[in-house]
C-alpha cells in the first residue's frame, strides 16, 4: 500500500493510499473510504448506502439525490456508474474530504454539487429543497475507545423529521448505523410514523456491524428493487457484482 498524499493540519492527519486499483482516505488513520473502477462493487458498506436507490420508482433514473457526508465519494461514484442521475449534491463539514474527493475519486463531476456545510444547517437553509433518494452517511472521528467513526448527529424524531422533510412523496431514505441497538432506537415505529414514514427495511452485511436503514414515504416496492437488482447483476459481468453479498431485512 502506498501513501500518494497526505496532510496535516492542527488536529486532522489526512492519507490517501492506493492498493493495486483501489485508492482510500484515511482520517487520523480511521478508513474513510475506498472506491476501486475495476470493481465498484467490491463487498464494502457502500455498496449497502448505494442499493436503496434501486427502491425508487423512477431507477434507474434519478432526477436528484442528495449525500450527507462525502468522505472520499464512493457512494457518488457508485450512482454515477450504476444509475443515470441527474443531480447529485453531496455535503460534507471537512474541506479537505471534498477536495480529497475531487481530485482522487470522482469519476464524473458534471453532475455533482460539494457543498462545505454542516448538514443540519444545509437542511435547515435549503428549506424548499426536496430530492428522490436521500443518505445519511454523516459520520466523524472516532472516539477515544474505537477506531471506527462514530455518528455525530443522533437520529432522534427532530431530526427524522427534517430529513422527511426533504423528500419527495416517493422519495427514499438511507441512514447508515453503527448497529442494530443504534437504529432500533431510533426507528421506532411511533417515530417513523410522525416523521411520515409508512415503513423501512434494512441492509446487512456479513463483514459489518453498521446497519443501512432504509425509510419510506409511500411504502415499498420490493418487486421493483428486486427486478433492479437482477438487471445490475446481468448489465454486469464482474463477479464481485454478481456475488453480491447482504441481508434485506
Known sequence: ??????????????????????????????????????????GHLWDLLFLPS????????????????????????????????????????????????????LTKKDNVDLVEAEARQYLNRKGNQKVDFLVDDIFCGADSDKSD???????????????SSHLKKEGVLAINFEGVEQMKKALKPSSLKKAGFQSRVYFQHPRYENIIAVC????????????????????????????LRFELV
Not at 468522505?71 to 479537505?96: E, H, R, S, W, Y
Not at 467513526?149 to 427524522?160: C, F, G, S
Not at 418487486?223 to 454478481?242: I, R, Y
Request: hydrophobic residues 45%; proline residues 4%; glycine residues 6%.
Open 54 to 105: 434501486l427502491f425508487h420508482q423512477d431507477a434507474p433514473y434519478i432526477d436528484h439525490c442528495l449525500i450527507l457526508g462525502v468522505g472520499g465519494g464512493a457512494v457518488i461514484n457508485l450512482l454515477n456508474t450504476f444509475q443515470t442521475v441527474k443531480k447529485i449534491t453531496a455535503v460534507d463539514l471537512d474541506p479537505v474530504h471534498i477536495k480529497v474527493a475531487l481530485k482522487y475519486f
Open 149 to 163: 467513526p462514530v455518528r455525530p448527529i443522533t437520529v432522534d424524531a427532530e431530526w427524522l423529521a427534517l430529513l
Open 1 to 42: 500500500m502506498a501513501v500518494i498524499w497526505q496532510k496535516q493540519t492542527v488536529s486532522e492527519h489526512y492519507e490517501v493510499r492506493t492498493a493495486g486499483n483501489s485508492v482510500r482516505l484515511y482520517t487520523n488513520g480511521i478508513f474513510h473510504s475506498q472506491w476501486n473502477p475495476r470493481r465498484p462493487l467490491a
Open 216 to 243: 419510506f414515504k409511500s411504502g415499498r416496492n420490493v418487486a421493483h428493487f428486486n427486478t433492479q437488482l437482477a438487471k445490475l447483476k446481468a448489465e454486469n459481468s464482474h463477479a464481485a457484482v454478481k456475488d
